[in-house]
């Protein structure tokens, strides 16, 4: 069985997670080229959003419908 850290720091990312699950999200790590998160970037900022999550759904959305076509 796995030992979880008992840091605080790592009490702090736990709860964190517990909470992005309970409103039905989740949190991942992507390693990317520089070049991709320079596209997300660029995204983000014409389209106003707060953050990369933000711009990776509306792209991925956009993604999604051209697929279902």
Known sequence: ???LAKTPQAEDMRAYRRRLAAQGQHQFIAALPRET??????????????NRSQAL???IERGRQTAQQ
Request: proline share 0%.
């Open 37 to 50: 998160v320079t596209f997300i970037d660029e995204f983000k900022q014409r389209r106003g959003l707060r």
């Open 57 to 59: 759904l509306q792209l």
């Open 1 to 3: 069985m796995k030992s």
